[in-house]
């Protein structure tokens, strides 16, 4: 009991380990995990359980164990291709109950085990191409898949299918098979499946060196309904068209090429055995097809029942020699559809063939130029394609929009001339009264013109250079009209009947309900790509009423804000902008608003608490501190007179005469005398007050109200702050309240409030008391020594 424990408990240890040291894929979604080119070694363990698909290609793993996809219970696809696998558990696959899918394709499997199988009721398509493995297994390999309908099997080293390896695939529709080296083929092998509908054969070497063996396969393969294709070979005689023969003889329709290399002995083989053949359709893609020099043409009668022609990337060497094939002229009436794609045509002479049941041309991604597209339309002459419904000259050499070589076709509904190079179209054009389709994208167009047919209803402008697009199509109800530089919208009111359009990568930067709103009958949007300013109307409009206008069929990511800087980058239904971006003009008006109550509140305060004043005294004292200093024995005046105009008479009258004119005379500094012409005044000020031993200031209501007074008295109370000296004299003229002094003087009124000043009596005996005191305090005390006069004094005078 206790060994057994032991052993559990080593079991469940070892599992944990593994699972551990497995590694992790980091690339998965909610259902799929893309896991290739990461040079895993080992299968990565799973990150949910509801992985449907799982691509492990292009890794370097070697071997599938029994609990790799434990985990994968809900797997439908399991791709497994281009790794080093060379063994597989037998049980390694039995989790996968309902996978559909799966690619073992290009590993080294050298053995092929039906048990791999067993658990896989639900698959459908089975890869296992380009593996080791020179024959299948020797038991019913494919028994247990009962409903597999597409099988790739085979490889380089593939030597024999035996009779019985197809067993149980009673419902496979699609076969590919590479028996490029096959060397036996059991006949009635393939037989056993009852209907292929497609087969892709490749047997390069069964062609060349054992014909009988590729008619068994095809003898086998090949039911009237089944579409046949050859890939992987060369044919280059006659001879080896036999087993062909026989394929057709089956009654096939459908019959292609694929990355073969054909004679043009081969290709007229061919087009002989169709004309006594069921075949309706021809393909022949990526091939090339030689004219070799000992070609014998054999030349084909006329085909019955081919109506289709299909060639893409079809190399002719060499081609600028190949003859013209006006001899297959009646060969080719019957045709219905034909598309030459990417096969270097150049030229078609008019007159090659009278395709009168042609409905269908694509001559796209060939070398087609002008004059040689001119000949091939025989210069217009409807006659030639006299049913044709649709051409595509696409990705040629063209230059010029010719309408005329359409006109003529009576029937034509769509034309496909993108990818050349016209650059501009005339002023009129004349187009098939049918016409329908027309796509003029890529076509290095800078405008467009009324050379546009009114009758069309889908159009194709894409990939241009269009600024604008305004021209009317009442019937257009399909526009593309991405990838140019339009800035706008096109007015809906030229397309009344427009029902979708794609504007995509253009110069748009926003759209509204109203621009939807000219488009009566637009019901799909693609608008993404474009230069978008986020504003708040446009990211309202996106994000809750456009979809209520319109369906948008491109992705809402694809809506991408270039502008504002702080939203840029971001998809237009994820912005949230603020209030303040959302109403620019609103919130900078009260911005505005603010800033100017703000000013006016510092105004108010700056008035209020005198801030003008104290920078101007500020001023005013940084300038005089860079005056040289004066000393008292350098003053030029005794004292400089203060006083407004409107009492200069009293001053001229009264003052001047008594203070100069008398004994000892004082010399005083009059503004309206004494001031230099042209100097700044405020300077003139200063240098009077500066020059004058007292300033005496003339004190009434004018005084006060007196600008320059003022200028003044502030340098005079600046200066007594600086120097601390008593430098004052005021004259009362007539009574003046205290009150009245601007509060900024606070030692002014204060000393005023303390101490005596003069004032002019109104009585006329005291007045030569008041001559006295005033001189008395303005003359320099030696000057008053031999009257004995103190100006200490004296109380009717004020000294600062």
Request: aromatic share 10%.
């Amino acid at each position: 009991m206790a060994s057994l424990v032991v052993l559990v408990f080593v079991h469940l240890l070892t599992c944990e380990v593994l699972s551990v040291s497995r590694p992790r894929c980091d690339r998965c979604d909610q259902t799929s995990c893309n896991c290739s080119w990461k040079q895993l070694q080992q299968v990565p363990t799973t990150t949910s359980k509801l992985t449907t698909v799982l691509n492990l290609s292009f890794n370097w793993i070697t071997s599938i164990l029994h609990d790799d996809f434990l985990g994968y219970s809900s797997l439908r696809s399991l791709i497994i291709s281009n790794n080093r696998i060379n063994m597989i558990d037998r049980e390694a696959f039995s989790p996968l109950k309902n996978l559909e899918n799966l690619d073992l394709s290009e590993n080294d499997l050298d053995t092929l085990s039906a048990e791999w199988f067993r658990h896989l009721p639900s698959l459908q398509s089975l890869n296992i191409l380009g593996n080791r493995y020179q024959s299948l297994s020797q038991d019913s390999l494919f028994q247990p898949l009962k409903n597999l309908k597409k099988l790739h099997f085979g490889g380089p080293l593939l030597q024999s299918v035996r009779k019985g390896d197809f067993s149980g695939l009673g419902c496979l529709e699609e076969l590919v098979f590479d028996g490029r080296n096959l060397q036996k083929y059991d006949k009635g092998s393939l037989r056993v499946i009852e209907a292929i509908s497609h087969a892709t054969l490749g047997l390069n070497d069964p062609f060349q060196k054992n014909l009988q063996l590729v008619e068994d396969i095809l003898s086998d393969a090949v039911q009237p309904n089944t579409t046949l294709t050859f890939t992987d070979t060369e044919l280059f005689k006659n001879y080896q068209m036999s087993p062909v023969e026989l394929a057709f003889n089956r009654g096939i329709r459908t019959f292609s090429f694929n990355n073969c290399n054909l004679s043009v002995e081969v290709c007229f083989k061919l087009l002989d055995l169709m004309s006594d053949s069921e075949i309706s359709t021809f393909m022949i893609e990526d091939t090339k097809v030689m004219l070799l020099s000992e070609t014998q043409l054999v030349i084909p009668n006329n085909q019955k029942h081919l109506e289709v022609v299909s060639f893409k990337n079809v190399e002719v060497t060499p081609f600028h020699v190949f003859p013209a094939l006006i001899f297959l002229q009646p060969s080719l009436n019957k045709l219905r559809r034909i598309s030459v794609l990417d096969s270097k045509v150049f030229a078609i002479p008019c007159g090659t063939a009278d395709f009168i049941s042609l409905e269908y041309l694509d001559l796209s991604q060939n070398m087609l130029f002008d004059l040689t597209f001119k000949e091939m339309m025989c210069d217009g002459d409807g006659g030639v394609f006299l049913n044709l419904k649709t051409i595509n000259i696409s990705k040629n050499h063209l230059e010029t929009i010719d309408s005329e070589l359409f006109t003529g076709l009576r029937k034509l509904e769509n034309i496909d001339m993108s990818g050349n190079s016209f650059n501009d179209m005339p002023d009129t054009c004349q187009w098939p009264p049918a016409l329908r389709y027309l796509n003029l994208s890529s076509a290095h167009l800078t405008q467009v013109t009324s050379c546009l047919p009114e009758s069309l209803q889908i159009l194709d402008l894409s990939n241009n250079s269009l600024t604008v697009f305004n021209l009317k199509m009442p019937s257009l109800t399909d526009l593309y009209i991405s990838g140019n530089k339009i800035g706008s919208f096109p007015h809906g009111g030229l397309f009344p009947h427009l029902t979708f359009m794609s504007i995509q990568n253009n110069g748009l930067q926003t759209f509204s309900h109203d621009s939807l709103d000219e488009y009566k009958m637009l019901d799909i949007l693609e608008a993404g790509a474009n230069t978008y300013v986020c504003s708040c109307d446009f990211v309202a409009f996106m994000n809750n009423d456009l979809t209520n206008r319109v369906k948008i069929r491109d992705e809402f990511k694809s809506y991408i804000c270039e502008s504002p800087d702080a939203v840029r980058g971001e998809v237009v239904t994820e912005v949230r902008l603020s209030v303040f971006e959302c109403h620019t003009a609103l919130a900078f008006s009260l911005l505005c608003f603010s800033i100017l109550v703000v000013v006016l509140v510092i105004v108010g305060l700056c008035y209020k608490f005198n801030v003008v004043w104290y920078m101007t005294m500020t001023w005013a004292w940084i300038r005089a501190k860079r005056r040289p200093v004066i000393t008292k024995g350098e003053l030029k005046y005794d004292a400089f007179v203060s006083y407004s105009e409107m009492d200069a008479g009293w001053v001229e009258a009264h003052l001047i005469p008594e203070l100069e004119e008398s004994e000892p005379p004082l010399s005083l500094c009059l503004h309206k005398r004494d001031f230099a012409p042209g100097g700044w005044i405020l300077d003139n000020i200063m240098e009077a007050i500066e020059q004058s031993h007292k300033t005496v200031f003339i004190l009434s209501q004018h005084f006060i109200k007196s600008e320059w007074c003022k200028y003044e008295l502030d340098y005079t109370h600046f200066r007594m702050l600086d120097h601390n000296d008593d430098t004052v004299v005021l004259v009362l003229l007539e009574p003046i309240d205290k009150n009245t002094i601007p509060k900024r003087f606070c030692k002014l009124r204060k000393v005023m409030n303390s101490r005596t000043y003069l004032e002019w009596p109104d009585d006329d005996n005291h007045i030569p008391r008041f001559w006295q005191s005033l001189r008395a305090a303005i003359a320099k005390p030696m000057t008053v020594g031999d009257m004995s006069f103190d100006t200490t004094s004296v109380n009717s005078v004020s000294l600062y």
